[in-house]
Nanobody
Framework: QVQLVESGGGLVQPGGSLRLSCAASGFTFSVYVMTWYRQAPGKERELVAEIGRTGRYTNYPDSVKGRFTISRDNAKNTVYLQMNNLKPEDTAVYYC???????WGQGTQVTVSS
């Protein structure tokens, strides 16, 4: 069955960095556009990054553009999210998702606080 296991979250001070990983299994990873979403308490889940099948296409909302970088390793069935210059408003649970599917992992908590 499909499994998505996110990791790498934690507590970080404003201005700090984290690298999230999402290990995928149970589907043909390389044929899917992959995305990262986040959900803060009381807010809707929002898209923060997407990456095309080969990794050449990426897209970000303005809120994270220039600070977040998505990448993927199709040989390892893993998608990454490098997050730099983190801000308190980045605090959320982060999830990876094969685009246009209802597959979700358990998420990884990111907390940005001094």
């Amino acid at each position: 069955q499909v499994q998505l296991v996110e990791s790498g979250g934690g507590l970080v001070q404003p201005g700090g960095s984290l690298r999230l990983s999402c290990a995928a299994s149970g589907f043909t990873f390389s044929v899917y556009v992959m995305t990262w979403y986040r959900q803060a308490p009381g807010k809707e889940r929002e898209l923060v990054a997407e990456i095309g099948r080969t990794g050449r296409y990426t897209n970000y909302p303005d809120s994270v553009k220039g600070r977040f970088t998505i990448s993927r390793d199709n040989a390892k069935n893993t998608v990454y999210l490098q997050m730099n210059n983190l801000k308190p408003e980045d605090t959320a649970v982060y999830y990876c998702n094969p685009a246009s599917t209802t597959y979700w992992g358990q998420g990884t908590q990111v907390t940005v606080s001094s």
